[in-house]
Structure formats: C-alpha cells, structure tokens
C-alpha cells in the first residue's frame, strides 16, 4: 500500500485505463502537455501520444459533442471540463443527447463516454471556479453521476466510469485533490461499482449524509462530537446517480435521525433529494427532523476570504448541526 | 481554400434508381400531409423541394458504409438508405416497430443503425459536433469511411455548428457538412440569419473549403458531395457544401406560411420542382418513355398505400416499452 493524493488516484485511473483499451483517449482543454491545469493528465501525452490525449479548440460543448460521436463510433472518450463551471456550456449536448440517446434510439445507439469535471469551493475561486453542479445532472436519467471522497473512491470509480457503457459524470472535489490522502493498493485492480454507498463512520446516535469535500468535513465534524459522547454515523454517498436508497435507510433505520450536508445551494441541492427520500420512506424510524446544512441561497461563492468561509459549510458548523439534531 | 469544381458521371441504372427514390419520398411526404389533414397523425414535417439534393447528395456516399447525420427534413436520404415505405408511416402514426426510436420520438427524427444513421434530437446543429467525433474515431482507427451530416440554413447560426465544423478543420477530419440552404428557418428569411450571401462564405473563417451549388440540379449536387468525399478519404479534410433548394411546404404542420410568404412566391417555387426538373432531364435524354413513368407512379402509389394499410394495422407500442431502456443494460433485443 502506498499514501498517495486523490488527484494521483485519478491519474493513476487514466493512466491503467489507457494502457488496458486502445478505444479509450482523452480530450479537454490543457490536457496535453500541460497535464491539465490542476495535474490530473501529468505524463499521459507523453506516453501515449497527441492522438489519444488530445488538446481541444476552448470550447466546451464541442468536447462533449466530439466525445459523444466517437463514443457512438465505438471509443471510449474521457472528456475533462476544467472547472465544473464551465460546463453549462455543454449542458444541451449532455442533458439532450448523451442521456437520452439510448432510450431516443430505443437501444440502437448508446453513448459509453466519461465526463471528468474539478467541482467545489475554498480554493478562492470565486464564482466561476467554485460551483457545485451535480443536482442539475443527478436529476437527469439516462446519466450515471458519482462524486468520489477519497484516492481510493477516485480510482476506482473513474475506472469504473471508462468500463461503463453509459454517459458517466465524475465530479472531483478540486479542494481535496492534495489535501486528501489515503492508502492505494500497488499491485491490485482498484474498481468502485456505482449505486453503493460507504458507511464510512459506524456509528449509534445520528446519521449524517454527504459527499466530496464536505464527506471530509462531516468525518472531522464527527470526530469533534465524539468526545462530547455524541455517536455519529458518516455515510459518503459516493454516487448519486443512480443512489444506494439500502444503505440510507439502513443507516437511519439505526440511529433514528438524519443530516444531510453538502456544498451547493440549500434550495433544490441533490440533498434535498436524500432528504425527500428519508422522509417519505424512514418516517417510522425518525425521532427528529431531516436536517439539512448546505451553502446559502446566492448565486455562486463569493472570492473574498471571509466571504467565502461564510458560504462554504465546515466542520465546525456541521459539529453545530450535529449537537442541535442530537437534542432531540 | 478554393477548389475547382469537378464534373462526376451517373450511370444509367443509378440514375433509374435515383429518379424512383425522388418519386417514392414525394409520394410518401405528400401521403402524410394528407394524413394529417385527416386527423391520422399528429406531425409531419416536410422534404417536398429538397429531394434532388438530398438523393445526389446520399447518392455520392458508399451506402451502408458511410455515415450519415441527418436532420428532419432528409426523407428521401432515409429511403435511399433503406427505410421502407412501411417503417416511414409506422413512425408517422407511432406505432410498435417504428426503427428510428420505437416510436419515442416525433416522426422524421430519423436513425437507423444498420445504414449507419445516427439519431438527431430536435434543437438543431446538434448532430454537427457528433459527425466530427465520428470522423476522429474513423481517423484514429484509419478506417476508409466518410461522414455526411446535415442541417438547414437556419441551423448555421448555432454555435454548436461552427464548433463542431471548427473541429474538423482543425484536425482534417472526413466530414460532409452538407447545408441544405431553403431560405427560411420557419418564418425568419436567410437575411435575418446571416450577412454572408451565401453559407458557403461560412468556411472562410474556419479554414476549410466551401462551396454552394444549385440545389435543385441533383447533377450538381452529386458532383459536389462526390468531390467532397473524394477530398475526405484521401486524408484532405472536411468541406462545406451548401445546396440551394426550396420548402415547398410550410416549416411543418404545425405552420402556415401564408402569414410570410406570397402566392407569387410558392407558384414561382413550383415551377421548379425538382422532382419535374429531373424527369425533363431524364426524358430528354431518353432515358424515361412517358409508360414507364405512367408505371413507375402506379408502384410508388401502391407503394403508399400498402404502407399506410401496415401502419394502420399494427400495433401500438405496450405502454410499459416507455420505461425503457433508459441505460445501455435495459436494451432488450428482438
């Protein structure tokens, strides 16, 4: 076992997948002999060569639409956003063709494609650097979309996103890209299956839900808590399209209450989603309120420091959330 | 990037084979009008005056070995690839078996796997980025096969056209972008879309070659496309190919242009039906005796009528097909 980063897991990832399969190339802005802006492509132009990590135009519509085709024509294209920001730009080609192509087609044409985009906020990214993009996609059938917490979750769910046969979005918490480390197995396949949460913390007394960057927090948060004698269960959700519902309910069915934490706007975020689903399918077991904590009804993350740390959740604030749910 | 145009010969037998493809599509496009002017179908969006383009356009491609991208209004592509008489009006009347998408999509949103058609969606130009995805993993594979994807005039304003065309210039990619240029997108005139003449001008910009033909000549229209071919499978990279036509009908039936366009306007259009055009041609040359038209019209309506009797009998889809497949391992073959 090696400690590597979360970004090296996803490198680690491209790079086994390109070895494996001659169909699969990248494509994206900067991922050539740059490496892509945050590192996540460093080497692979050198060993496999311009034609399989291929430089695209600055357009991001075009690297979704140009993936899809040469999907359809039987490759296995990994498309980089650069900043999940960005990606609105594509959302037509992703929302209207890639998910729909195989049920518009009745299963004639299917789009086996990988859509990579860094996501989230605290790098002082401001409002277009920053963004939380995931419940416009995990709304949307006919996507699969995970969001890995950790080297090994990275790994193994983009490995799985490239073996697919779907549109699959893996969006990658930027802020953890080195700050997170974890152990990566040297000399074994590393495969994440989507639609399996991780019960990432056991725990008695309450249930907390999250994913990426705020899945970190919630475990710091629990471990604040816990020498308070509060017992916190952590549940890194891992992929949201399609959602592991067993685990979820399990986990509220055991401790009676439920938090839901994540990063992007409280109104209409993806856990607002996790919540609906607890209340009408765990009703029985609850012994409080579904609680969400989630960023500020604003438009984006403001760039400013302060400014910023007053949107993003953090440890300290889901500890707050934990004590108050716990009351009841 | 100028380049010389070309003259391409067409043979007796495939110009017979072109001129029945013509008359069969108008036929069928004219059958559905009337079927839903008799409440049968719901839609029908039309490729009356664009035939001759479309037939010297698909006619100039090796058939189930290219691909093709079309938009709606290719009918007379489609039944030059294969689709039946048959399969058309199952997809008019939305019925079980229907081979573009099993009866999920409005009529005329065409695919058809086994002759390399490639599904479209209904916001336009988005097939254009797709075409050049295909052309790179043709490129990657070094395979011997070009692609042709269409659009209407209307549709070259779409960003998502000029990236998908900039793409394949940039890395030279076999495409066809074949524009068939009707002057309307729906109600809006050519002026109100552009301030190029011609969308051929287009192509400066993007650094590939850009022609525009005379879409009502089907001559013209193959040799150009046949060129463009030529230029894609030797490595020469995509060409942009306008084609001059006319609507001969309004936008859909959901449309009456009378609101925008004149009697003049619509009886000067008829005078040059393609279709009328290519016959003269045909028989001036000898080669159609007024009998064998007289022949060939009694099996494009027999044709019609067999078809529109299928549809009419067949089933509709079981209601619980809408819950599928809406992943790759929820396709249920047969």
């Given at each position: 076992m090696a400690e590597v980063t979360l970004i090296e897991g996803l490198r680690q990832a491209m790079d086994e997948e390109l070895a494996r399969d001659d169909r699969v190339f990248i494509v994206g802005e900067d991922v050539g002999p740059r490496g892509g802006v945050f590192r996540a492509t460093q080497g692979l132009f050198e060993k496999y060569g311009a034609e399989r990590v291929i430089d695209s135009p600055l357009a991001e519509l075009s690297i979704i639409g140009v993936g899809i085709g040469a999907a359809l024509y039987g490759m296995r294209p990994i498309c980089?956003?650069?900043?999940?920001?960005?990606i609105h730009p594509a959302f037509n080609q992703i929302v209207n063709e890639a998910a729909k192509m195989c049920y518009r087609s009745n299963g004639e044409w299917t789009v086996p494609m990988v859509i990579r985009a860094p996501y989230g906020g605290?790098?002082?990214?401001?409002l277009y650097h920053?963004?939380?993009?995931e419940a416009f996609f995990a709304h949307v059938p006919g996507l699969k979309v995970a969001i890995p917490s950790n080297p090994h979750d990275a790994k193994g769910l983009l490995k799985s996103a490239v073996r697919d046969p779907n549109p699959v979005m893996i969006f990658e918490p930027k802020k953890g890209y080195r700050l997170i480390r974890g152990e990566l197995p040297e000399d074994e396949e590393v495969l994440v299956p989507f639609g399996e949460a991780a019960v990432t913390r056991p725990g008695r007394d309450l249930s907390v839900f999250a994913y990426g960057m705020m899945h970190h927090y919630c475990l710091q948060a629990a471990e604040m808590v816990a020498q308070e004698g509060i017992d916190v269960e952590v549940v890194d959700?891992?992929?949201?399209?399609?959602?592991?519902r067993k685990t979820v309910l399990d986990s509220v069915g055991k401790t009676g209450k439920a938090l839901v934490v994540y990063e992007?706007?409280?109104?209409?975020?993806f856990g607002a989603e996790v919540a609906a689903i607890i209340a009408d399918e765990a009703f029985e077991y609850l012994d409080g309120p579904v609680r969400r904590l989630a960023g500020p009804d604003v438009p984006a993350m403001p760039y400013s420091h302060p400014l910023q740390d007053w949107f993003l959740p953090d440890p300290e604030q889901i500890a707050d959330a934990i004590r108050q749910l716990a009351g009841f | 990037m100028a380049v010389s145009q070309q003259e391409f010969a067409i043979s007796k037998e495939m110009l017979s084979e072109m001129h029945w493809t013509m008359l069969l599509s108008r036929r069928l496009d004219e059958r559905a009008w009337v079927l839903h002017r008799q409440g049968k179908i719901a839609f029908h969006i039309s490729g009356i005056g664009h035939e001759a383009a479309q037939v010297g356009s698909i006619f100039a491609l090796r058939r189930g070995q290219d691909w093709l991208l079309p938009y709606y209004r290719d009918l007379a592509m489609l039944i030059a690839l294969g689709l039946t008489p048959r399969e058309f009006m199952l997809g008019l009347m939305g019925?079980?078996?229907?081979?573009?998408?099993g009866a999920r999509?409005?009529?005329?949103h065409w695919s058809l796997r086994r002759a390399n058609v490639v599904s479209h969606s209904s916001?336009?130009?988005?097939q254009t980025t797709h075409a050049a995805g295909i052309a790179l993993g043709i490129k990657m594979r070094g395979d011997d096969t070009v692609v042709m994807t269409t659009v209407g005039?209307?549709?070259?304003?779409?960003g998502e056209w000029y990236e998908g065309v900039n793409w394949a210039a940039i890395h030279d990619l076999p495409v066809i972008f074949l524009v068939e240029n009707n002057v309307y997108a729906i109600s809006v005139r050519q002026d109100k879309q552009m301030a190029?003449?011609?969308?051929?001008?287009?192509?400066a910009g993007l650094g590939l070659p850009g022609i525009s033909v005379d879409g009502l000549d089907l001559h013209a229209c193959f040799s150009a496309v046949s060129q463009a071919a030529e230029r894609a499978r030797a490595g020469q990279g995509p060409t942009l190919v306008e084609v001059r036509v006319h609507?001969?009908?309004?936008?859909?039936?959901?449309?009456?242009?009378r609101s925008y366009r004149t009697k003049d306007e619509m009886e000067a259009m008829k005078r040059e039906d393609p279709l009328g055009r290519f016959q003269q041609g045909l028989i001036q040359e000898g080669l159609l005796e007024g009998d064998r038209l007289e022949e060939l019209e009694a099996q494009a309506k027999e044709a019609v009528e067999d078809a529109v009797k299928y549809a009419e009998a067949a089933d509709y889809p079981?209601?619980?097909?809408?819950?599928?497949?809406?992943?790759?391992?929820?396709v249920r073959s047969g």
């Open positions: 980089e956003i650069q900043f999940a920001d960005f605290g790098i002082g990214g401001g920053s963004q939380s993009v959700l891992r992929s949201l399209l399609p959602l592991d992007d706007n409280l109104t209409g975020g | 019925k079980q078996g229907e081979p573009s998408s999509q409005m009529p005329s916001p336009v130009a988005t005039e209307g549709s070259t304003s779409q190029v003449d011609s969308v051929a001008d287009k192509a609507r001969m009908t309004p936008h859909s039936s959901d449309d009456d242009d079981q209601v619980e097909e809408a819950g599928y497949p809406v992943y790759a391992e929820d």
